[in-house]
Antibody, heavy 117, light 110 residues
């Protein structure tokens, strides 16, 4: 069974930093691209970032370019999302996801990031 | 503002059918076969209902069906049941590794 488990969320002040982690199991992690999707309270979904299976190709939404960095350690079956200069409107549940055939087939349980003073 | 446009709400009575639309552009919905639909109950992660426009993952009832015409995709829920009350989101490949989402539609079962 595919499992994605996020960690690292919490309360951070505006302008602060946080690093999210996503651990995967139940599939060949090193063969799989991994993405992050966030959902602000009561709002829709936003594709934030993604990384290819070997880490060579990355994607960032325009809203986070230059502030967020995605990376992975396939020896640990883990993807990281380093988030700097966080803003209050980035308060959201951040989901680690695995896309198959263009759709998000597997979702983590999500980790809540709250940006507030 | 979401990249794909969905109606904010839809409703139907038990047993009826409801169709939710998802409108994009020539650069996304009309350009790719990778259109998906998700169901989300409060406090839960979304669940994939439809992928590649009309395909259902194992375990999804055939009451859920998808279609596409031009830059508009549609999700139809037939034989509405109380447990279908949830938020529904669409997504489309936007090219360049970008996954676009709709703003979501709240489905109420009357």
């Amino acid at each position: 069974e595919v499992q994605l488990v996020e960690s690292g969320g919490g309360l951070v002040q505006p302008g602060g930093s946080l690093r999210l982690s996503c651990s995967g199991s139940g599939f060949i992690f090193s063969n799989s691209a991994i993405n992050w999707v966030r959902q602000a309270p009561g709002k829709g979904l936003e594709h934030v970032s993604g990384i290819s299976s070997n880490g060579d190709v990355t994607y960032y939404a325009d809203s986070v370019k230059g502030r967020f960095t995605i990376s992975r350690d396939n020896s640990k079956n883990t993807v990281y999302l380093q988030m700097n200069s966080l803003r209050p409107d980035e308060t959201a549940v951040y989901y680690c996801v695995k896309v198959v055939s263009g759709g998000v087939q597997h979702w983590g349980q999500g980790t809540l990031v709250t940006v507030s003073s | 503002q979401s990249a794909l446009t969905q109606p904010p709400s839809a409703s139907g009575s038990p047993g009826q059918s409801v169709t939710i639309s998802c409108t994009g552009t020539d650069s996304d919905v009309d350009n790719y076969r990778y259109v998906s639909w998700y169901q989300q109950h409060p406090g839960k992660a979304p669940k994939l209902l439809i992928f590649e426009v009309f395909k259902r993952p194992s375990g999804v009832p055939d009451r859920f069906s998808g279609s596409k015409s031009g830059n508009t995709a549609s999700l139809t829920v037939s034989g509405l049941q109380a447990e279908d009350e949830a938020d529904y989101f669409c997504s489309s490949d936007g090219g360049n590794s970008n996954l676009l989402f709709g703003g979501g539609t709240k489905l109420t079962v009357l």
